[in-house]
C-alpha cells in the first residue's frame, strides 16, 4: 500500500455581475468570482490536490483555459471527472482553506463538505473545509481575490 498527498493553490478574481461559487455552493454575495469556467477556486485547489497526488499533472493541463468546452463550466462535474482519472486510488482526506474578507463563509461550510464529499465519493467525515480572512492585509484584504488552498491524501494498492 501507498500513500500519497498533493497540495493545490488557486486564485480567483473577485468581480461583479459574477455568481459567487465555492465548492459548489452558490453563496450570496455582491459580487462574485471571475475565471474562465464558474471560477470555483475551491474546488479548483481540490482538483489540483488530487492530481498532485496522484501524479496526474495539474488542472490546466486537464481543462485548459483555452477550450470553449469548459467556458462557465461547474467545477464540480470537473472534480467528478478527476475523481475518475484516480481509477484504483481511495480518496482518504482531503482538507482546504479559503481565504477571503467577506462574506463568512461558516454558514456554508457543512453544505461545501456534503457536495465535495459527494463529488468525490467519500463520506463527509473525509473532508473538511475551513475559512479565514486576510485580516485587511493584502489582495485578499481588499477584497480583490480569493485564495483556496488544499491538501489530498490518496491510498494506491501496491
Ligand atoms: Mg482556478
Redesign the pocket.
Known sequence: MSVTTGIGW?V?RLAEGRALVLGGVRIEHDRGLD?H?D?D?LT?AVIDALLGAAGLGD?GEHFPDTDEAFRGADSLALLRDVVALLGYREVLHVDVSVLLERPKLAPHKAAIRDGLAGALGVEPDRVNVKATTGERLGFVGREEGVVALAVATLRAPD
Do not use: K
Request: aromatic content about 0%; cysteine-free.
Open positions: 488557486d480567483h475565471g469556467s471560477a477556486v479548483h488542472i
